[in-house]
């Protein structure tokens, strides 16, 4: 009955903006990025925080991780990154809730990765609660542990939190990246999966200075 009820205002907010629920990658139309205003609170403190929203259905999001990995392999030290997966809808929280599962476990390297290459490779249908479940068992996470953090309050908690942000945010799609709780990329803004990584260093940049 707890998820239920913490799924119903994802739910509706999914219902009431339909779009938000899907992913986008369109050509490059404007500013490179979007004000957050108010911003929003970061977790960082005296690092410049890059936040990447993202969903494990989202074949956008997919192709962007190889862009992720690339720049996390020179990420500067005064800066801290970190993944929030998407709770947009009821089929976005089924991996999400997974996603916090792993995280919890200290299994994200088990569990990330291979869950992108199931779905987007493998073209696997794992798309509801038992067949998660049934895969984080099968690339090795200990599958009682696993129900036990997908259904605990910890993570209905992360649930709300991740969902909060996306709607403070108004993200319009995934992949989106959100700089110190101040600006929103998405490759509709800034143009390409290369403009976001080149939009998030200017903006790192442009924090650092302040």
């Known amino acids: 009955m707890r998820v239920v009820r913490l799924l119903i205002p994802f739910l509706l907010w999914a219902a009431v903006f339909p779009?938000?629920?899907q992913d986008h990658s369109h050509d490059h139309h404007g500013p490179a990025y979007t004000p957050i205003k108010p911003a929003l609170p970061t977790s960082s403190g005296d690092k410049i925080e890059v936040a990447e929203i993202f969903w494990y259905g989202c074949s956008h999001c997919f192709s962007f991780e190889p862009h992720v990995k690339s720049w996390l392999e020179t990420k500067p030290e005064d800066v801290e990154f970190r993944l929030v997966p998407g709770v947009l809808n009821n089929r976005?929280?089924?991996h999400a809730r997974g996603y916090f599962a792993a995280d919890k476990m200290g299994a994200l390297e088990q569990f990330?990765?291979?869950?992108?290459?199931a779905l987007h490779v493998k073209r696997r249908n794992i798309f509801t609660r038992?067949?998660?479940?049934?895969?984080?068992a099968e690339v090795g996470l200990d599958k009682k542990e696993?129900?036990?953090h997908y259904d605990s309050n910890e993570t209905e908690?992360?649930?709300?939190?991740?969902?909060l942000m996306a709607r403070d945010a108004k993200i319009t799609g995934v992949p989106a990246v959100i700089v110190n709780g101040k600006y929103l990329i998405s490759a509709s803004s800034a143009g390409s999966h290369e403009g976001i990584i080149k939009t998030m260093d200017e903006l790192i940049q442009q924090e650092r200075r302040r």
């Open 19 to 21: 779009a938000l629920a």
């Open 157 to 163: 908690v992360k649930m709300k939190q991740a969902f």
């Open 130 to 136: 038992a067949a998660l479940i049934d895969f984080a």
């Open 146 to 148: 696993f129900v036990r």
């Open 92 to 94: 976005w929280a089924i």
């Open 112 to 117: 990330h990765t291979p869950l992108f290459n």
